[in-house]
């Protein structure tokens, strides 16, 4: 471990850099939750609401803090009490073959910082979530979400990481193989979660005949947009805040309706939402998106390789003799602070996607005013910042700011 290691350089400024970068940017986004109500909002936002939001982001904004610096303290301390080189020794007398070992010493670190995690968990949803309202899960589910999410992530990410494992030991073109797979590994999972993972957490049911289901039908025919069903998730029995959500692929989409999306808006602010959704399928919009992912994934994936052959990377973390498994680990410490850095690019195009879903929502019903109204509310009930810093927003939104999507919609 020294300076005139390029791996130990690159880990030390990604990780302590990154914590910094959104350290200011907390602290800037903070300074302008006083300012005041935009004039488009103030229809919508009292005096008291504004005190409520200032409350509300000041508690979420010293959670994220105290998140960050343990994140950042964990991961300095098992850095450099050499605590990865113990593990990848004890890992290696597991005993399992080469590929076992590996999942042995993924699996501990994956478990550990699960079980680090936890009690910020709890904090943000019994803790901040709960003081303002915004929660409805009991511990009960809460527990049982976690323990669903961590057999999940066995099921589904073990057989994929052994046959990582598998291919950086066999084959020169790893990398290439690798990146092949999780692509289209990340393609079944997109179909796989809204049919069999979602509704292992929440409960699907068909919307009851009505104005609301009738509307949403006039509207996908109108827009030659064919739908095969609709149904309601029970979002309300985790939380009050409101969701649109939709899926499908192919000829036929399932469209989804959180509970709490219905309840808190008229037909036609539902239908305006919808039609912004139908509006990213018809723009061609995940496809752009996906492409996007396949190119940062490939990028990873070239650097790994490079990562993986280089002595220097395990050297910068103290491990003595390499293995694949703790070779990924590392890569992935060095890597993730660093990729952060094609979040704007991420978020350049995703921005431009939200202007053009709002643009063709508001051609498809007519009208801007019911999404308009609809985000007003939306912003409102989940006691979001009204005029956040630019720079957090370029680091952190992956939508416009709501004052920029209105003023867009004006001009219409
Ligand atoms: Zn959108």
Redesign the pocket.
Known sequence: MSLSNPWFVVALVGIVGWFHLKLVADFLNLSRLGNDVPEVMKDVVTPEDRERTIAYQSSVARLDVVEDGLTLAVTLGLWWSGAFGWLDARAASVGWGTIGNGLWLMGVLFAGSSVLGLPMDLWRTFGVETEFGFNNTSLRTFLMDRLKGLILAALLGLPLLALLLWLFEHSPLAALWSWLLVSVWGLLMTWLAPRFIMPLFHKFEPMPEGELRDAILKLAERLKFPVADISVIDGSRRSTKANAFFVGFGKTRRIALFDTLIQGHTTDEIVAVLA??IG?AKLGHVPRQIILGLVLSGIMFALLHVGLHDQRLFSAFGVAHPSVAVGMVLFMIVYSPWSRLFDPLVSLLSRR??FE?DRFAAESVGSAAPLVSALKKLSHDHLAHLTPHPFYVWLHYS?PPLTERLSAMEKL
Do not use: M, V
Request: aromatic fraction near 0%.
């Open positions: 912004h959704e990213h996607h939200e879903a939508h």
